[in-house]
């Protein structure tokens, strides 16, 4: 069979990225321009700046993907364009990049799901990894569990009741004061800490086994910092971030095996931006092996943000069919 190669584009929130996959899972190219650095300032991502840095870099990325793969537009099969869920600004600027690109060159145009595509980031190093597999997708807007029944085809078995996953931990090194982007900065302060020195809290649901609910322990956190200041105490920053990834650790573990073990799934694979978490990967391996379960994540630079994700989704979305027409648009709240 001839080669399926697939011009990945991402565009959703603050990384402009763009990569080339070769039928699915040999990563070519994985080019990514991080708007890091200029939201940091204003403690979190600024849409319209975001909007214009990603105008500003799409098509640099997208030559620097190609050439970096060695490759030209004759021997791209399909371009694949995150069109949700995400910032509707940003989104629109891939969107319309791939458009104008799939007119131009006539070549298919594939509109790909934002978390399909981290999902799909485990089939890349994950060579013999297929469906049917348990994934816990936790990133900064949305934490799921998701039986990848088929590829392309999902059944939502737990979700978070308020914020995600990724979005308390976003909120959390706001409080202690570790500034954008929170994730990494807590995964490294919570090295120092003792992780039982404080008992926060962990939702649970008696009517839903698989749900979560971060915002309790956000606000646990808000409060012991509070009564610190008050009493006059000196917070051990170190504590509280390790405790309370711990909590968040324990509870996505907790409900992600066994949800895995309920639904009698031998593969559990994690994704999204918290997926990038030392301790977290380290947890979920451990706990899914000792009960017999394969465990799979992708590697730091395939968890957060990429468009090679967007790539493989986009390869089997291609496979099964799927092509767009120029009147593709941006959908922020994009269901799963
Ligand atoms: O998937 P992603 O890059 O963007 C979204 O689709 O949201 O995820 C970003 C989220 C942020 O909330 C960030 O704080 C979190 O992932 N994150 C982490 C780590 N690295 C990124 N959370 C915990 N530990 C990390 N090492
Ligand atoms: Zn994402």
Redesign the pocket.
């Known amino acids: 069979m001839e080669d399926v190669v697939i011009l990945g584009i991402e565009s959703s ?1 603050d990384e402009t990225a763009a990569a080339v996959v070769v039928n699915g899972r040999d990563v070519r190219s994985n080019v990514i321009y991080s708007q890091v650095p200029l939201h940091t300032i204003y403690g979190g991502v600024v849409p319209e700046i975001a909007s214009r840095k990603h105008i500003e870099k799409v098509n640099q990325v997208i030559r620097k993907a190609l050439s970096d793969a060695n490759m030209t537009w004759d021997d791209i099969t399909a371009i694949a364009v995150t069109y949700g869920p995400g910032l509707v600004g940003p989104l629109l600027v891939g969107v319309g990049t791939a458009k104008a690109i799939s007119y131009a060159k006539k070549i298919p145009l594939v509109g790909v799901h ?1 978390i399909e595509g ?1 999902i799909s980031a485990n089939y890349i190093e994950n060579k013999d990894l297929e469906p049917p597999f348990m994934c816990l997708v936790a ?3 949305h934490s799921h569990i998701v039986k990848c029944t088929d590829y392309g085809k999902y059944e939502i078995i737990g979700r978070t009741r308020d914020d995600a996953a ?2 308390a ?2 909120k959390v090194a706001r409080a202690i004061g570790l500034g954008y ?4 900065k ?2 490294k302060l919570a090295k120092e800490g003792n992780p039982d020195a404080i008992e926060f809290p962990r939702a649970k649901f008696a009517d839903a086994p698989y749900d979560f609910s971060f915002s309790g322990i956000k606000s646990a956190v808000l409060n012991y910092l509070n009564s610190c200041e008050m009493k006059g105490i000196e917070v051990n920053r170190a504590d509280v971030a390790a405790s309370f990834q711990k909590a968040v650790i324990e509870v996505l573990t907790d409900h992600a095996v066994r949800a895995a073990k309920d639904h009698g799934c031998d593969k559990l694979a994690l994704a ?3 997926a ?2 030392s301790s977290l990967r380290e947890h979920m391996r451990k706990s899914a092996e000792a009960v017999g379960i394969s465990f799979y994540n992708p590697s730091l630079i395939f968890c ?2 990429n468009a090679a994700m967007i790539g493989a989704a986009g390869y089997y979305d291609y496979l099964r069919g799927i092509r767009d027409d120029y009147s593709l648009n941006a959908v922020p709240n994009l269901k799963i």
């Open positions: 929130c934002h981290h990133s900064g807007g990724g979005e931990f976003d982007p929170g994730g990494p807590v995964d999204g931006g918290v990038a978490n957060t943000d």
